[in-house]
């Protein structure tokens, strides 16, 4: 196939051979599924604004980069933005959720840390169904990490998740504690991780975007909360 239809699928040919390759040195396993950039708008006259362009740009995600695609791999996935394609596996990485400014608004967004200790910027509206990927990362990354930090909890180790920490026993930040036979539930709401317990409202509370590893967090303290209650 020759002209511009050949030339696209060569270079789709190449970066799938790239991606592979990347994917492979991380031994992230069988590719599952990719999620591939949404179609650009028409350019739009641009805001004199310079200071916004220059927000919009820092939020380092790969919207409006030719061939961005998302693949998530049985251990981990990859994100191909321009020339970079960053590996990351679910048993290592850190994720934490945070808003950034794009030119459509405010939207939510997940960084993690690739196999080489960089950043991985994943807003919403990089790649399609954002209501699929968003909590399959999620889940893979509780997955792959939490039976192994309760394994170390139950051998006495105390995990910090930013300014929480969690302990077999209880759960706490620099300011107060609670032991997990008090605790009646942990939400997440307007931003904000808030622990609540018998007989008394919110208790203490820290910006979710500050709690690295927040969905592995939740999923031990609803597991320890609930155990708690059973035992008491």
């Known amino acids: 196939m020759n002209g511009p239809a050949g030339d696209r699928q060569r270079a789709e040919e190449l970066l799938l051979a790239r991606i592979s390759a990347t994917a ?10 990719t999620y591939r950039a949404p179609p650009t708008e028409p350019r739009r006259r641009r805001s004199p604004t310079v ?10 995600g790969p919207a409006g980069s030719p061939g961005a695609r998302l693949d998530l791999y049985e251990h981990g996935l990859t994100a191909a933005v321009g020339r970079r394609i960053h590996a990351v596996r679910f048993d290592t990485t850190e994720v934490r959720r945070c808003t950034v400014l794009t030119s459509r608004g405010v939207t939510g967004t997940l960084v993690l840390v ?20 968003w909590p399959a990362i999620c889940g893979a990354v509780v997955a792959a990490q939490a039976p192994r930090a309760l394994a170390a909890l139950r051998q006495g180790t105390r995990l910090a998740f930013g300014p929480l920490w969690v302990t077999a026993d ?8 609670l032991r997990w036979t008090e605790v009646q539930r942990i939400e997440v709401r307007n931003g904000f991780v808030a622990v609540r317990a018998d ?14 590893n927040l969905c592995v967090f939740r999923s031990l303290a609803e597991h320890l909360a609930r155990a708690g209650r059973d035992d008491d």
């Open 199 to 212: 007989g008394r409202r919110l208790v203490w509370a820290t910006a979710a975007s500050g709690t690295p």
């Open 170 to 177: 209880a759960v706490g930040s620099a300011r107060t504690s």
């Open 24 to 33: 492979g040195r991380a031994r992230l396993g069988r590719r599952r599924v």
């Open 114 to 133: 690739d196999v080489h200790g960089e950043r991985v910027v994943l807003r919403r509206g990089d790649f399609a169904r954002p209501q699929e990927w």
């Open 51 to 60: 200071w916004m362009r220059r927000l919009l740009r820092a939020g380092g």
